[in-house]
């Protein structure tokens, strides 16, 4: 099973590679920055597998640069959070 197939282990996955990068020193910015790109790449090249990829990938694919910014600061808080 891949960790896409599932929007709580997409989640934990985040999770578990967010600590690592916090363990190494990664700042929020430099964070948020790769989430972005992660975001950029996921829309654009992977099929959502579940409902929640799916309007995940639709606002992304909706939003300004800026926008696009703020949705992977609020997914790195949701990851931070999840338990």
């Not at 600590?19 to 950029?40: K, M, P, R």
């Amino acid at each position: 099973m891949s960790v896409l197939d599932n929007f709580d282990s997409w989640k934990g996955f985040l999770k578990g590679r967010l600590q690592q990068a916090e363990e190494n020193g990664v700042n929020h910015d430099t964070l948020t920055n790769l989430a972005a790109e992660v975001g950029d790449y996921l829309a654009e090249s992977v099929d959502a597998k579940t409902p929640e990829e799916d309007v995940l990938k639709e606002l992304w694919s909706t939003a300004s640069e800026e926008e696009q910014q703020a949705i992977a600061s609020a997914m790195i808080k949701l990851v931070q959070k999840h338990d």
